[in-house]
């Protein structure tokens, strides 16, 4: 069964450090988005990338935050000069174009830990 | 605005009995529906989904869930809960370009 991978399942980085997590999103899926999930809170909405261009993002998608696709296949989510408070589990997330194939199928998500 | 409420943050129910999860939208039209279940250190896998159609809806692990309209609800229930069942459920709301928005969250406790 196809699936979403992300990688590093685990990363550390000191406070003001740059960090990048990569994701594979399903082969044919056209839309990819990011989520966050703070320890113990809800799941939140970062932003959302459709045909090589942010389609939608909320209000913690701040400058600190960039997506790319850079190739076919991975699509990556970079964080400059981190802070303590980025400290969360990120979940990619991609899914379908078709009519009743519109759920999205998540990856197993990366902890990022600021220190 | 859309918006997903689950109004229980934890559940704790004995192995063998009945489940049923609340959750409650907003959001002016139709929604897309769904339930994610996470267990601790994992990613969140889908349960089942409602987009049109059928009210009534199955699952993977024998879960199923109910659409009410008119109670604006999508509640989850599964008929026998096994100990394996424990873990965090996520109901969300698919809207617009399908962006699924969350709700907090319950976490579900089973007793032995």
């Known amino acids: 069964e196809p699936e979403v991978t992300q990688t590093p399942s685990h990363q550390v980085t000191q406070m003001g450090q740059e960090v990048i997590l990569r994701c594979v999103p399903i082969?044919?899926?056209?839309?990819f988005y990011w989520y966050r999930q703070i320890l113990g809170q809800k799941v939140e909405f970062l932003v959302s990338?459709?045909?090589?261009?942010?389609?939608?993002k909320s209000e913690i998608f701040d400058d600190q935050f960039s997506v790319e696709r850079p190739d076919g296949s991975n699509f990556t989510l970079k964080i400059r000069s981190t802070k303590l408070e980025d400290s969360a589990m990120y979940f990619c997330?991609?899914?379908?174009?078709?009519?009743?194939?519109?759920?999205?199928?998540f990856g197993q998500g990366t902890r990022l830990t600021v220190v | 605005a859309q918006s997903v409420t689950q109004p229980d943050i934890h559940i704790t129910v004995s192995e063998g009995a009945s489940l049923e999860l609340r959750c409650n939208y907003s959001?002016?039209?139709?929604?897309?529906l769904f339930w994610y279940v996470q267990s601790p250190g994992q990613g969140l896998q889908l349960l089942l989904k409602?987009?049109?159609?059928?009210?009534l809806v199955q699952g993977i692990k024998g879960f199923e869930a109910e659409f009410k309209r008119s109670q604006s609800s999508f509640n989850l229930r599964k008929p026998s809960v096994h100990w394996s069942d424990a873990a965090e459920y996520f109901c969300?709301?698919?809207?617009?370009?399908?962006?699924?928005?969350f709700g907090r969250g319950t976490s579900l406790i089973v007793h032995p």
């Open positions: 997330a991609s899914s379908g174009q078709e009519e009743g194939n519109t759920e999205a199928f």
């Open positions: 082969s044919n899926h056209l839309y």
């Open positions: 990338f459709y045909n090589n261009e942010i389609s939608e």
């Open positions: 959001y002016g039209a139709t929604p897309y």
């Open positions: 409602y987009f049109s159609g059928d009210t």
């Open positions: 969300a709301l698919g809207y617009g370009s399908y962006i699924p928005t």
